[in-house]
């Protein structure tokens, strides 16, 4: 049970980099990034490739970087080309498909049989002892926490924050948004790879499929956070989106425990609780309406 806690722990914290860059670019810049699921496969392809020849830790700088130039490529198109924010990040994440591969040289999935990865090394030190893994999974999530709130509190994080509210309100007062946008998108696309990037080297191996679903599952988990803690400053905002991928997680173990769901259906179940958590708004609305109209039928028949 202890084990099924931890695991749930680590992959809670490792996984809450893509709520993370989810809350940036859709809470605050209101943009649908679809490139997430290939900006997630990227970072651990460049991970698992970087520390397969021994750069543990170079490869999760590089992986930061290979995620900020992916998101540029959408912001390009979004910004610059007039494509539709959707659509960018489609055409982003198709063409990352076969960068992905390029990157694991041509091979579907990359492993790390016996090289050192950054969890081998926390390990020989001590540190941690059997939590080690969990040490430094919540250590790298905490600090991004952390630089995230720093970031937004910002004059350039703010002026992001205003181009999610009213775009046309921030080109009047002298901001450039193809600039926010830009670097917003960018932020956003290097904490996914980031995660890729820690993944990767936690489970040892990359997959050209490992990125599938990704989206909905961090939608799923900054959902799960915001309906738990509510929406209300950035700093509660950015702790909603980690507690949300732990709580997640914890779910899934349980899932996989009990077997209350087959694990076949569980992408479904969550593209289900996100579809209704996105719609709930409209559904609310819509029941109040139907109250009304049930009460005003109710006084006329009287």
Same mark, same amino acid.
């Not at 679809?34 to 170079?58: I, K, M, N, Y």
């Not at 579809?275 to 049930?294: C, D, H, V």
């Given at each position: 049970?202890?084990?099924?806690?931890?695991?749930?722990?680590?992959?809670?914290?490792m996984?809450?980099?893509?709520?993370?860059?989810?809350f940036?670019?859709?809470?605050? /810049?209101?943009?649908?990034?679809l490139?997430?699921?290939?900006?997630?496969?990227?970072?651990a392809?460049?991970?698992v490739?970087?520390?397969? +020849?021994?750069?543990?830790?170079?490869?999760?700088?590089?992986?930061?970087?290979?995620?900020?130039? +992916?998101g540029?490529?959408?912001?390009?198109?979004?910004?610059r080309? &007039?494509?539709?924010?959707?659509l960018?990040?489609?055409?982003?994440?198709?063409?990352?498909?076969?960068?992905?591969?390029?990157?694991?040289g041509?091979?579907?999935?990359?492993?790390?049989?016996?090289?050192?990865?950054?969890?081998?090394?926390?390990?020989?030190?001590?540190?941690?002892?059997?939590?080690h893994?969990l040490?430094?999974?919540?250590?790298?999530? %905490?600090?991004?926490?952390?630089?995230?709130?720093w970031f937004?509190?910002?004059?350039?994080g703010?002026?992001?924050?205003?181009? &999610?509210?009213?775009?046309?309100?921030?080109? +009047?007062?002298s901001?450039?948004?193809?600039?926010?946008?830009? %670097?917003?998108?960018?932020?956003?696309?290097?904490?996914?790879?980031?995660?890729?990037?820690?993944?990767?080297?936690?489970?040892?191996?990359?997959?050209?499929?490992?990125?599938?679903g990704?989206? %909905?599952?961090?939608l799923?988990? /900054?959902?799960?956070?915001?309906t738990?803690?509510?929406?209300?400053s950035?700093?509660?905002?950015?702790?909603?989106?980690?507690?949300?991928?732990?709580?997640?997680?914890?779910?899934?173990?349980?899932?996989?425990?009990?077997?209350?769901v087959?694990?076949?259906?569980?992408?479904?179940?969550?593209? %289900?609780v996100?579809?209704?958590?996105?719609?709930?708004?409209?559904?609310?609305?819509?029941?109040?309406?139907?109250?009304?109209?049930?009460?005003?039928?109710?006084?006329?028949?009287?």
């Amino acid at each position: 049970m202890l084990y099924v806690i931890q695991t749930a722990l680590e992959l809670g914290f490792m996984y809450a980099l893509v709520a993370l860059a989810l809350f940036l670019s859709y809470r605050i /810049l209101d943009i649908a990034d679809l490139t997430t699921d290939g900006s997630f496969v990227l970072g651990a392809a460049v991970s698992v490739t970087l520390a397969a +020849a021994g750069h543990p830790f170079l490869a999760v700088f590089a992986a930061l970087a290979a995620g900020a130039l +992916a998101g540029y490529v959408t912001a390009f198109l979004q910004t610059r080309l &007039g494509v539709p924010s959707i659509l960018a990040g489609i055409v982003t994440n198709t063409g990352l498909y076969t960068v992905n591969l390029m990157v694991m040289g041509w091979s579907s999935n990359v492993s790390l049989l016996k090289q050192e990865t950054m969890f081998t090394m926390l390990r020989d030190t001590g540190i941690g002892g059997n939590f080690h893994k969990l040490l430094l999974a919540a250590g790298i999530t %905490v600090l991004v926490s952390l630089l995230l709130i720093w970031f937004l509190g910002t004059r350039l994080g703010l002026s992001i924050r205003a181009t &999610g509210d009213n775009k046309d309100i921030v080109r +009047a007062s002298s901001i450039n948004p193809v600039f926010t946008i830009s %670097v917003g998108l960018c932020v956003a696309n290097a904490m996914t790879a980031l995660s890729g990037a820690v993944v990767g080297q936690y489970q040892k191996s990359a997959d050209i499929n490992s990125g599938t679903g990704i989206v %909905v599952i961090g939608l799923a988990c /900054l959902i799960i956070g915001e309906t738990v803690f509510g929406r209300r400053s950035v700093g509660r905002n950015v702790a909603a989106a980690v507690a949300g991928s732990i709580v997640y997680r914890f779910l899934y173990a349980v899932i996989l425990k009990t077997s209350v769901v087959p694990i076949e259906c569980l992408k479904l179940v969550t593209a %289900v609780v996100v579809a209704l958590a996105i719609a709930s708004p409209t559904l609310k609305e819509w029941g109040n309406f139907q109250k009304r109209k049930i009460r005003s039928m109710q006084k006329g028949g009287r």
